[in-house]
């Protein structure tokens, strides 16, 4: 397999140097022990969760997989202070974050022995989170589906590995071993996974989302949020985000009513399902992503298919 002894790999204790996505209602314990189990490095997600079902979820995950798995806060929740005390009492083995700076965190779970990783969209935060003691960074392109920045993971993976010294991960439009060959020869170390395990076996999401997946194709995906003061996010076209799209462009439409639109729409999509009124948060790769399939026969092809190419 390809190289088999990255920094990553070293760092992180796992087998292969795939990382899966943080999404959240979604990267639960039973989806992260599978790809901590599979060989990769397996993400629970705290999302918006109240601090008691993060830990159990953790606890969870230790009995299913005896392998290190990781923990992705987002630091725009009410509960990340509590949270970023969980992890360390719990002795969580890896910390991602997202929406914002962890900065103020990063010396308290460096002492426990933590590993963190910061997701970055930009050079300048990969540089800060370097300064402040990541021990590599996550860089994510838009082509990535929920929250996404401005630059492309082609344009943005090589400034990012020449800005620091830390290694990188590639993230976003990332799902075959194409994309993990190109991440390499974009000077990345390892590459983060999200939309391809939206249809793993072990995923749990309902059967609307994971068909929306599977039947996508290479135009099927929208950003919505692009209003000044509100948060870009990439979904699958539907009913409501086509919807979001038109009214975000109309003057007459306050920001309230489009918050409105939006408060809880994913957990919709997540749970039941709602065609209507969910956003799938999806990513652009989504039209190369069409069959369902274990997280270690996933993870298992893609590692072949890069090695193939690669050699």
Known sequence: MINSNTKIIDLLGIKYPIIQGA???????????????AGGLGIISAGINEPAWVRNEIRKAKKLTDKPFGVNI??????????ADIVI??????????AGSPAKYIEKWKQAGIIVIPVIASTAHAKKMEKS??????????????HVGETTTMCLIPQ??????????????????RGMAAS?????????????FLVAKECPIHENYRNGVLEAKDISTIVTGK????????SLKTTMSRDFFQKEFDSTIEHSELEQMGKGAYKLAVESGDM??????????????????????IIEEIMQEATALLK
């Open 23 to 37: 999404m959240a209602y979604i990267a639960t314990a039973e989806l992260a022990s599978a790809v901590s189990s």
């Open 74 to 83: 987002m630091l725009l929740s009410q509960y990340a202070d509590e949270i």
């Open 89 to 98: 009492e719990e002795k969580v083995a890896v910390v991602t974050t997202g």
């Open 133 to 146: 003691g990541a021990d590599a960074v996550i860089a994510e392109g838009m082509e990535a589906g929920g």
């Open 160 to 177: 990012v590995v020449d800005s620091v010294s830390i290694p990188v991960i590639a993230a976003g439009g990332i799902a075959d071993g």
């Open 184 to 196: 390499y020869m974009l000077g990345a170390d390892a590459i983060q996974i999200g939309t391809r």
């Open 227 to 234: 209003r000044p003061g509100l948060h870009p996010v990439r």
């Open 276 to 297: 209507e009124r969910g956003c799938f948060l999806c990513g652009q790769i989504a039209g190369l992503v069409n069959k369902e399939q274990t997280c270690k026969e």
